[in-house]
């Protein structure tokens, strides 16, 4: 249910299986000498002296140690990212789904699916279908065993909802420069709908409203941030008004002091607030 959690509203990955940096770590040190050691003499070196030498001054000739080739540093982002899947591969609730490929395979597949069956973040009030079709997005548009592997997520790891959702908004909007990630990050005009169908349809909000009640405020959170960005770059082609939203979620949002950076959270609120009352 959760495509935030899956993609801070729709994000995330790298290319390539889990383990394969440590992989390429572990083929680095059989193959690169390590520094203050000398590199093994060239198979098409000579190995009789070159015309003109002799012998005694072929023996005084230093051998130079070779520099290790600069190691490719992996991004955080990436490198956390690739942490939290790994990490869902050996939890008992997931290993019990029976995925085959893993967590960041299915991600790939789930992405896949919603990033082409967009959902209509408004207009309900104009045609019953979107309604209807809004009610039974997620239910259309994905798999069974996904649909249980994000309600299973999302109720294992409610602890650290908030680092998880900061972690991948974070990297949603700002990536890293590193190709392999950024080719797999959705476009904004792909979150958008996403975010403004948790936050202004009744059938986004129905889902909201089953969670729990911090998890549904973060989404509500996060959705903001997502039509405020797609906003200010010329993005909300829906034109969702999402002043209403901020105060009615900034006076919620004091209501949970159990949430870890819920100053942050008021504080971002109220700087997007003020945003438009600029522009009104």
Known sequence: ?????????????????????SERSTLSEKTIPAQGETA???ETSPSTPEKGETSAETSQKLVLPVEPPAEKVMPKMTLSLQEFFHYLDQKPYVRHLALGNGTFERFKVILKALSS???????EGIDPRILTANVYHFFRVLDPKDIRLIKEVMRHERDDMEIDLDMFYSWLVKGEGDPETDRLRPRID???????????TIGGRAYTLRRASS??????????????????RGRNTYGIDIYPYIRSLSEEMTHYPD????QEYLD?????????VKKR
Do not use: C, W
């Open 117 to 123: 069956n967009l959902p209509a973040p408004a207009g």
């Open 40 to 42: 093994p003499p060239s």
């Open 190 to 200: 792909l979150v958008y709908p996403y975010a403004g169908f948790l936050l202004n």
């Open 259 to 262: 949430l870890q950076y819920q």
């Open 268 to 276: 971002n609120l109220d700087l997007i607030r003020r945003y438009y």
């Open 215 to 232: 998890t549904r405020v973060l989404l509500s959170y996060y959705s903001i941030l997502i039509v405020h960005q797609a906003d200010k």
């Open 1 to 21: 249910m959760l495509f935030l959690f899956l993609g801070a509203l729709i994000g995330y990955l790298l290319r390539g299986d889990l383990g394969k940096e």
